[in-house]
């Protein structure tokens, strides 16, 4: 009855129902007491409350069925369909809504568009589609076809109260997830899957497929790279179907590139497969990677120019060398290091911070990478600052954590927590942290940051940016402060009036508040800056004091009283100048940090201000630094390291301070006697991390702090053996080679393995570590197909570089290995996959019919019988909405409990029934009642005055008598009520007697005087 049915979610609980015979059969008995009326009612409550009570048990629903239709189109927006062929399905949705939706049932309609991920244009909703271009879904990736993506989006769209139906516009080409396993959970529950195809027409096109390289590479010898190349451009009467361009195939070592065919650009295609070769050889030990490029004479050839180019990977071993970067500002400090490294035969390349970089690929070729002082942001004025980014620490890391590399961090006053390291992927890799926990060491610092540049394009964001930059790298014995303009005034964003608090284990917090953070336009600099310089005046422990301002230098100037109170407790401001209102920079700004010592910059550019203020934050851990008075370190652990070496070692003059990890895998080879705290004073530690080794030497090579070191004559050995130990297991003899290729989507890896003897070495347990393009790492299966021939396969569904590391075995060196991924499959599919649509379209769903195909193409020629395709049609399952109204019923089962007990204590008379009913005919015929003389209350007035009387008229006779005469008695209050109640004809009242003489009266007082003495001392004795 109006669509609504009730339903159960437990029906079970329906069996309890039974108890109803016994509760009639024993309450019909034990209810007899209350008659027959009440003992009815009473059964009947107690009726209602056991049949609410099992509908609540079974979880009571109420159904609502619908007649009303959704309809979600997906439609593929990937590269492998023409554009002019993805915005007529657009117009065909649109369409297509209008002509067939049926208002009359509400029925609904939405729209998805995918390509490697699915996103929600417009949601279902009843009204027809607006307008939609091709712009409108921004971030979606259209490199890739992931259709199961959007059979899930879907799903997770349909409202719950419709039949629902998903149209797929596509041309099937999926290369990510598995439509026909999502389409079949989805018909399971009902939903129908209709397909209009995509037809894709044949067109010329070149792919380039593959490099391939000999799996057996040794360094000097000839090989032979070749390029595979596929034409399907078909022949017509009027060309032949060859395209004529030009070949590039360039060999990449690190930095340095190379072609390998200079006179021989120029190629022909021929229809089919096309394999050039190039023969060259390898001169030097390192990582290759191999990149060949096709660009076709006429564009009309080749429509998509995505796949047209491959690459592959190689690595060839050799003796070990070494990555050493440096400090773009303080070049040339390392150079005695590099000079004495090289003389004991170890390679090394030297790297400044602003050329670093850019992939895994470059730092494959080495062994081993030496941070040599050099801090994570460098630079003092915008124009020259540079940064290790997130993502290159990452590499550093996985380079080793992953690929065996070493990683060495030499000290300085730029490195390790002095450097900014703190609190990044970085110090987990070193046997050290670099920041200090100890209260007893002096290594504090506070910094306050002033927030004032709300005005600037995305200014609230850029804040919060810098914000954690600046907050990150602090210790937890540090210091930190934040002023923005809050409501109305200036407020610290946290710490409430004290404002600068220790860091401690509020870092978190912190980061909280900050992203909470809503700064506003600041008037005045001198309030902020005066309850600043009063937080840091309240500091004792602090050994640096920094104060950070960012604005647009609006505000009006400071006094001269606050920059003089800077000044003399020694807190430098750096200032940072951005454009809101004109030109960046101000007057303002520049004399802040002129008149307290402070750096002043000019950003134009918002990016700039991460690495600005990761500069400025390590003033604040300048603390970390530890002078000596040439104390020379003492030997700790005799680690392999310091094989041959002994006691004493040169004096040093300063180190970096840092906190030995509680690890037991870490070995602290060095330490200094000052500080006395032999966690805080290590100089010389290692540890394995990974695959790969780290080592943390705390102070310089002999700048600054270890002058003495230069001249010492274990200096060369120190530093070979410290970088050796640290290096990948290396060999020259070239025994395992490794090749990879790409197919399918698929990457395949083969290993040659050789003994020494040139021999097959066979049953090797070896096991393979992939890093795919976002650095994420997964484990690979390697098996042996046949003798020293070993294979691994995996999926490449990202594009981009992969890395792949296999361990040959137990105590061997790792193999490296990478494969570069240049464009998705999405670019190798030129046909419609119209048997995987069709397979989707025949799944029957569950009680309903099965999905149809258009027999139209989407064309413009065709595109108006295409419309007659009816997707809001019938037969599906009627959709069934449920709601639980179970807890409505437990409440109504109290009110109906409470009814229960009240019609068994509670005694109910219905003498009111006739009044009431006379007063309600009375009101509805609108007649006036007459007004009668209640006759009881007149009985009873009438028997109150005749008491009354006689009281009197004894109290008038016994004069000083306190009560009446107990033998002449009064009327019962009983009585009189009852004789009140029984209608008795009115009697006018007893005329009063006369009373007696005074003679008389006397006497007859006298006479019950003594009657009543007498009775009294009677009473006494008895």
Request: net charge negative; hydrophobic share 40%.
């Amino acid at each position: 009855m109006f669509g609504l049915d009730i339903g159960f979610e437990k029906p079970h609980y329906l069996w309890l129902l039974v108890l109803l015979l016994p509760l009639w059969w024993f309450s019909f008995r034990s209810l007899s007491g209350l008659g027959p009326f009440r003992r009815l009612f009473a059964l009947g409550f107690r009726t209602l409350v056991l049949l609410l009570i099992v509908l609540s048990l079974a979880e009571v629903q109420m159904l609502r069925v619908s007649d009303r239709v959704t309809v979600t189109y997906l439609l593929d927006q990937s590269e492998s369909i023409p554009r002019e062929q993805r915005q007529l399905m657009l117009d065909f949705v649109r369409q297509s809504v209008q002509e067939h939706r049926r208002v009359d049932r509400q029925d609904c309609a939405g729209v998805i568009v995918f390509g490697r991920d699915a996103v929600v244009e417009i949601p279902p909703f009843d009204d027809d589609i607006p307008l939609i271009s091709l712009e409108s879904a921004v971030g979606l990736r259209t490199d890739a076809t992931n259709l199961a993506a959007a059979l899930k989006m879907a799903h997770a769209t349909f409202p719950e109260d419709s039949a629902n139906r998903i149209v797929v516009v596509s041309d099937g080409n999926e290369n990510l997830g598995d439509a026909r396993a999502v389409a079949r959970s989805l018909t399971d529950q009902g939903i129908g899957i209709d397909v209009v195809p995509v037809r894709l027409e044949r067109r010329g096109e070149v792919l380039v497929e593959k490099v391939t390289l000999p799996t057996d590479i040794r360094r000097g010898q000839p090989i032979e790279a070749r390029v595979v190349i596929d034409n399907l451009t078909a022949p017509t009467e009027s060309h032949d179907g060859t395209v004529r361009g030009k070949l590039r195939l360039v060999r990449q070592m690190g930095r340095q590139e190379q072609l390998l065919n200079p006179g021989s650009q120029d190629v022909e295609l021929r229809p089919g497969k096309n394999v050039f070769s190039f023969e060259h050889t390898i001169d030097e030990v390192a990582a290759y990677r191999y990149q060949a490029v096709f660009v076709p004479d006429n564009p009309e050839h080749d429509l998509q120019t995505q796949n047209n180019q491959a690459s592959a990977f190689t690595h060839v071993r050799g003796k070990g060398s070494v990555l050493l970067i440096e400090d773009a500002q303080n070049r040339g400090e390392f150079d005695h290091l590099v000079q004495r490294l090289r003389a004991n035969n170890i390679e090394v390349s030297v790297e400044a911070s602003d050329e670093l970089f850019t992939s895994p690929a470059e730092l494959l070729g080495y062994d081993s990478v030496i941070l040599a002082n050099v801090p994570r942001s460098t630079g003092t004025e915008v124009d020259n600052v540079s940064s290790f980014s997130d993502e290159q620490i990452r590499m550093l890391v996985r380079n080793t954590e992953q690929f065996g590399c070493g990683l060495v961090m030499l000290g300085g006053q730029n490195s390790f927590g002095a450097g900014g390291w703190a609190n990044t992927e970085l110090e987990k890799a070193m046997p050290v942290d670099f920041q200090i926990r100890n209260q007893k060491i002096r290594a504090v610092g506070a910094l306050v940051m002033v927030m004032h540049a709300s005005e600037m394009a995305q200014g609230n964001h850029w804040q919060k940016v810098i914000s954690r930059e600046a907050i990150t790298p602090l210790g937890p014995m540090d210091y930190c402060g934040m002023i923005h303009w809050g409501m109305g005034r200036e407020e610290w964003l946290w710490g409430g009036a004290q404002g600068l608090i220790r860091v401690g284990d509020q870092k978190k917090k912190m980061m909280a508040r900050v992203d909470r953070m809503t700064p506003g336009d600041m008037p005045d600099f001198d309030p902020g800056m005066k309850m600043a310089l009063a937080a840091f005046n309240r500091l004792t422990d602090a050994s640096v004091k920094h104060m950070i301002i960012i604005s647009d230098g609006d505000p009006t100037p400071p006094g001269f009283m606050t920059l003089a109170g800077y000044r003399q407790a020694g807190v430098k401001i750096s200032t940072v100048a951005v454009g809101t209102h004109g030109p960046a920079g101000h007057t303002t700004l520049q004399n802040i940090a002129n008149a307290t010592g402070g750096q002043y910059y000019v950003v134009t550019n918002p990016k700039a201000l991460p690495r600005i203020f990761q500069i400025e934050a390590r003033r604040v851990a300048r603390p970390l630094i530890k002078d000596l008075n040439d104390v020379p370190p003492v030997i700790d652990y005799p680690h392999e390291m310091l094989q041959g070496i002994d006691a004493p070692l040169p004096p040093l003059k300063g180190f970096v301070m840092t906190t030995v990890k509680a690890n037991p895998l870490v070995e602290v080879a060095l330490v200094s006697p000052d500080p006395p705290s032999p966690e805080n004073a290590t100089v010389l530690a290692a540890w394995n991390y990974g695959l790969g080794r780290s080592v943390a030497f705390t102070t310089d090579a002999g700048k600054r702090w270890a002058q003495a070191w230069t001249d010492w004559e274990n200096y060369d050995k120190f530093f070979s053996q410290m970088i050796r130990w640290s290096m990948r297991p290396v060999h020259d003899e070239g025994k395992y080679t490794i090749a990879t290729d790409i197919r399918d989507g698929k990457v395949r890896v083969v290993v040659t393995a050789l003994d020494k003897d040139d021999q097959f070495q066979n049953f090797l347990n070896m096991a393979a570590t992939v890093v795919d393009p976002e650095l994420d790492d997964f484990e690979v299966g390697i098996r042996q197909i046949a003798p020293g021939r070993y294979q691994g396969e995996f999926d490449a569904d990202k594009a981009g570089s992969y890395f792949v590391t296999i361990s040959p075995g137990p105590g061997k060196a790792p193999i490296l290995a990478g494969v570069n991924v240049p464009y998705s499959s999405e670019f190798r599919e030129f046909q419609t996959n119209l048997p995987m649509l069709e397979s989707l379209a025949a799944m029957t769903p569950k009680e309903g019919q099965s999905g149809q195909v258009a027999d139209a193409d989407l064309s413009r020629d065709q595109f108006e019988t295409l419309l007659s395709f009816d997707t809001f049609r019938e037969g599906l399952r009627r959709a069934v909405s449920r709601q639980d109204i179970w807890p409505i019923v437990l409440l109504i089962v109290a009110g109906v409990f409470w009814g229960d007990v009240f019609i068994r204590r509670v005694t109910v008379h219905f003498y009111w029934v006739v009044p009431a009913a006379s007063w309600l005919i009375a009101r509805v015929v609108r007649r006036q009642a007459e007004v009668t003389a209640d006759v009881v209350i007149e009985r009873l007035r009438s028997q109150k005055a005749a008491i009354g009387q006689q009281i009197d008229e004894r109290r008038a006779a016994a004069r000083f008598e306190p009560q009446l005469d107990e033998a002449a008695g009064g009327p019962d209050p009983d009585e009189v009520l009852r004789d009140a109640a029984v209608p008795a004809p009115q009697t006018p009242p007893r005329p009063r007697e006369e009373t007696p003489v005074s003679g008389e009266q006397d006497s007859s007082y006298t006479a019950r005087l003594l009657e009543a003495k007498k009775k009294a001392w009677k009473e006494k004795k008895e």
